[in-house]
């Protein structure tokens, strides 16, 4: 049975519901629904990065502002974030980051397969909660409980959206 | 060529009550802690590279204040992208302040790229930042002290200065979860 929920759309919900509007990332397919309604909202600002681990300090600069954000990119940009993500950690700062996994289910460019792999251990290393979501049902609940840790514990938290939910790129010649 | 110490020190002696300061690792935040201890200064110590995103996030978070930041040439060289982000996002309120000697002082005077061939002004402005400037000479200083705390930004001036290895000194706390607490309630307030 095919599961044909809008996961997009609660993640939007809970960012909405929490008071997230400042979203930065480095464009992914895997985000791009999401990004698109958080573009059509007044309430939320969109800030495209050269670099994924620009994010951490956006985000760590906002929140010394006052203002709560989140950082969406793919598990390619997640090895950029390393040494950047001292920053919250030493200074407890609340980071939140959704990352849309590649080269994990299915994957077909051997090039996505490290970073992919390598993804949840480059975040414990560096003291980053992880969390996983492996079915859209579950999406929506996963990324509010990481918000809420994030901001309430002031942690880094990480949702990795496994590519088993997302669906594997498929790349045909021809 | 100008002496950064005392200059840092120029520059924030008339600061306006809704500055906040953020200043890159390393000489620059010594210079910016030298010049007195301020509620309003986050001063980094380590994440190299993010010094200028945060200061975008900041501005951002907060647009009736002023956002200066306060960064070596090492520190910048190692995120030119953010300087795309910044001329993108455009913030009215973001002025940065590059003091450049050339060199990465803290670990031995290695020659940074803008020893060589590379012109941080030009960087900016290539990445969109039009209001971009360098600053060589001490008459100038006055003029640049008005434009960090009022041209429209984002503003970016590179300041051509001595290459000096001047004494530490620490900021209040080398916890940054102390550092960020202080900050963000007077940068909140």
Sequence with gaps: MTESINWHQDIFDVLRAQDFSLIAHVPDAGHTPLIKMCEANN???????TTEQDGVGLLSGAWAGGRKGVLLMQ???VGNCGNALALPAICRIPFLTIVSMRGEWGEFIPWQIPMGQGTPGLFESMGVRVFRADY???VGATVEAAAQLAHNTRQSA?????QKMIGA???KEG | MINRRPLVAFLLAER???LLVVS??????????AAGDDARNFCFIGAMGQAAPFALGLAKAQPDKRVLLIAGDGEVLMGLGALATIATEAPANLAIVILDNG???ETGGQATATAVRTDLELVAKGAGIANSCTVRDESQTEDLRQAAYHAPGPYLATVKVVLEALPLAFPHSFDGAVSINRFRDAATS
């Design chain 1, 158 to 162: 990480a949702v990795l959206l496994s």
């Design chain 1, 43 to 49: 309430e939320m600002e969109v800030v495209t990065l």
């Design chain 1, 75 to 77: 598990s390619s940009g």
């Design chain 2, 103 to 105: 060199a990465y002082v």
């Design chain 1, 169 to 171: 790129k498929q790349f």
């Design chain 2, 24 to 33: 890159s690792l390393g000489s620059s935040t010594w210079d910016v802690t």
């Design chain 2, 16 to 18: 306006p009550d809704n």
């Design chain 1, 136 to 138: 859209q049902r579950e």
